[in-house]
């Protein structure tokens, strides 16, 4: 089984989700070589609860993900804390809308869950929780008490952040970091496009259905982590068509 851990199927939080864009990030993730994704859409994204609602009306949900025509797309959701860091929930979809509807006072950036908090949350389900790009300058986790940082279950080696900084250095950092924490680490495109799934994979060593089993194949490392050898290309052609399309979009709700 391959997948990524982090991807998102909007082109941008203010933009709707729109269905045949969906098919075309999986489409793209399986002529890349993934068998899986975990959606993992940002909690306060414009109509959070209409993604939901129109996907649960085209498939079937098994396990805790979608049966794309056979491509499996794990839910989760990337939720702000207020310390600063995002953290990457991936479960059943029940206990996900569970969540972001106690989330739902916190989705502005002055009212953000405290990481304390949205841990003892989390806890609370059958969950997969990832920090996500621990590194990144705009919102890092390395400020966090190591205490707290434990609690996850791995961290994010983000495709964004290797592109933007350079694949090698980003995996020496975070590896070290991780190692720090005592945390596994996995790969997360960090996705908006089409175009740039495929830029990391996570090769298992079994198929899994739930977030516990997964969890339980990354804990136990049955995996390996997989980086493409153009990722910076594909990473840059993302970036300069998102940027188009979202301004296309933006002028015509003008």
Not at 187 to 192: L, P
């Amino acid at each position: 089984m391959n997948i990524d851990f982090h991807t998102h199927v909007k082109l941008a939080k203010r933009v709707d989700f729109d269905l045949s864009f969906f098919y075309e990030m999986v489409l793209n993730a399986k002529d890349a070589g993934l068998t899986a994704f975990a959606m993992t859409e940002h909690f306060n994204t414009k109509h959070f609860y209409d993604l939901y609602e129109q996907l649960d009306r085209q498939f079937d949900y098994k396990g805790h993900y979608f049966d794309v025509d056979g491509f499996k797309v794990f839910t989760g959701m990337e939720i702000d804390v207020k310390e600063v860091g995002h953290i990457l929930f991936i479960g059943h979809r029940a206990d996900l809308l569970d969540i972001r509807h106690h989330l739902e006072h916190h989705t502005k950036k002055d009212a953000f869950i405290s990481f304390p908090t949205l841990l003892d949350m989390g806890e609370s389900y059958d969950l997969l929780m990832i920090g996500a790009h621990p590194l990144r300058k705009s919102t890092p986790l390395h400020h966090h008490d190591p205490a707290l940082l434990k609690r996850l279950h791995a961290f994010d080696l983000n495709g964004k952040d290797m592109f933007e900084f350079g694949v090698d250095k980003m995996q020496l950092e975070v590896r070290a970091f991780a190692d720090q924490i005592g945390l596994p680490v996995v790969c997360g495109s960090d996705s908006h496009h089409p175009i740039q799934m495929g830029v990391v994979e996570n090769m298992l060593q079994r198929d899994c259905e739930t977030a516990g089993e997964l969890r339980d194949v990354i804990m136990k490392k049955q995996y390996k982590r997989q980086i493409s050898p153009i990722l910076q290309t594909k990473v840059n052609a993302a970036k300069i068509v998102k940027r188009k399309m979202k301004d296309e979009y933006m002028a015509l709700q003008q």
